[in-house]
């Protein structure tokens, strides 16, 4: 099965936004996909002044420490930070005026920056590199991956700074022992009836109202684009066609997949779009012990240790294997594996490269891997990550098991980028008794396949 990937809800409505807004650009650089041979990277004039590359990001992803230490290291480079805003890059793209790095999540859009003709075939210099080998590269690096046609196949257009198995499950054994359940043993993955059965166990309520939820996501307990292609990928079913230029929600799989999240919001297992909770997203239930589990990635153990309250005692805290479908193959895949691009009409190619380099293998790098907010990119880091505490080597320890599930990657279509945005809108009056499922999906699957047309359309 060729795998692709969609992540969650904020992403996707950030990226729709940014591919949308602008148009492919030309230029001088590397030809961008579909297989075609890559040109080497081109230099700009030399002068005397210092080049200046410059970084769109997340405040706190680079430190200002880390750029003094590269620019005293470079002194021909100097790097600009510029915190990401989607709107404001959309119009430096269609202007050839964006960033030269540009932060990018492997499973949501390189594929759109590709054929957007946005991203820069980064093959050359890989191949050449002293500091980046493949043989130290980790799975998710091969989402930056694209041929034209498949995810994870052909040139390499950037690679994850970190990532993480996105579909785990944190517990909070105090909320166990609270509504007297066991927590489940953590080598075995739970399937994903076991699992809702096990969060309306935890789920307690006192005087009609919900005292503890038994499972938070990160958005809503509702039906969730990335979870529903995770059950998908376990039964081995496919929602796009093999050219991408259709897809069908309508699978008795998939129907099965979000009936199982109305019967979620029926039972207030967590915060929905019925009950309308007011906490800002699933780790604030979590963090506030109103919520027995979550699923969320590795980096949630970097909010753990971290809380001043939580880190008080650890002991209670933990990670569970990603649950599978019903006699389904196991998988771990990551949701995100957030990185880099270079932009395909930088002027500056080899000083970006550079910059590049330092943030995927420098000091950046190794300071991500000991802060414990993502797993490396890189296998030799992999030894730099939190194994202090008894919590450090328990999630450490449940983290190698799940790598050995985390090489492949959900399904996805580089045409259809508001896929949540689209479950919502059909599904949402599911749950509150205003529509029927079956005519809900019909609908999903006759817009998506009019958006993907038009986005196949606006590309030729």
Not at 126 to 133: A, G, I, P, R
Not at 374 to 401: C, H, I, W
Request: net charge negative.
């Amino acid at each position: 099965m060729k795998k692709r990937i969609l992540t969650s809800l904020a992403a996707i409505i950030a990226t729709c936004v940014l591919i949308t807004g602008c148009g492919a650009s030309s230029g001088n650089g590397n030809v961008n996909q579909g297989g075609k041979t890559a040109e080497e990277p081109t230099t700009a004039p030399k002068t005397n002044e210092p080049v200046t590359i410059r970084v769109a990001l997340s405040k706190g992803e680079v430190s200002d420490d880390e750029v003094k230490e590269f620019e005293t290291n470079n002194p021909g480079i100097k790097i600009t930070l510029e915190e990401i805003d989607q709107q404001k890059l959309a119009a430096q793209l269609a202007t050839n005026d964006a960033p030269d790095l540009i932060r990018a999540q492997g499973a949501v859009d390189l594929t759109s920056y590709v054929v957007k003709g946005l991203a820069m075939d980064l093959t050359p210099f890989m191949q050449t590199s002293q500091v980046l080998k493949e043989d130290d590269f980790l799975s998710p690096v091969n989402l930056y991956r694209f041929d034209g046609k498949v995810q994870g196949q052909g040139p390499i257009y950037g690679m994850p700074k970190d990532w993480s198995p996105d579909f785990t499950i944190f517990y909070n054994k105090t909320l166990f022992d609270a509504a007297g359940v066991k927590v489940p043993d953590s080598k075995e993955p739970l399937t994903w009836n076991e699992l809702m059965e096990l969060a309306k166990k935890l789920t307690l309520t006192e005087d009609g109202k919900v005292k503890q939820y038994g499972l938070a996501l990160l958005g809503k307990t509702q039906a969730d684009f990335p979870s529903i292609m995770l059950e998908m990928a376990s039964k081995g079913v496919n929602v796009f066609s093999e050219d991408m230029k259709t897809a069908d929600f309508t699978k008795p799989e998939v129907k099965e997949a979000v009936s199982m999240w109305v019967d979620a919001v029926k039972k207030n297992l967590g915060k929905n779009d019925v009950n309308q909770d007011p906490a800002a997203w699933g780790g604030d239930l979590f963090m506030n012990n109103k919520a027995a589990m979550i699923m969320a990635g590795y980096w949630f153990s970097g909010m753990i240790r971290g809380d001043e309250k939580m880190k008080t005692h650890l002991d209670d805290f933990g990670m569970l294997a990603a649950p599978i479908a019903e006699n389904g193959e196991r998988v771990s895949p990551t949701g995100a594996a957030t990185g880099f691009i270079i932009n395909k009409n930088t002027e500056h190619p080899e000083q970006a490269w550079k910059v590049f380099e330092y943030i995927m293998a420098g000091t950046p790098a190794k300071n991500r891997a000991t802060g414990g907010w993502g797993v490396p990119a890189l296998k030799s880091l992999l030894p730099l990550m939190p194994q202090v505490t008894d919590f450090d080597k328990r999630v450490y320890n449940q983290l190698q098991e799940e790598l050995k599930y985390s090489n492949g990657f959900l399904e996805s279509n580089p045409f259809l980028l508001n896929g949540q945005t689209l479950l919502d809108k059909y599904v949402t009056p599911v749950y509150f008794g205003k529509a029927d499922l079956d005519e809900a999906l019909k609908e999903l699957t006759k817009n998506a396949n009019l958006i993907i047309q038009e986005n196949m359309n606006a590309i030729q």
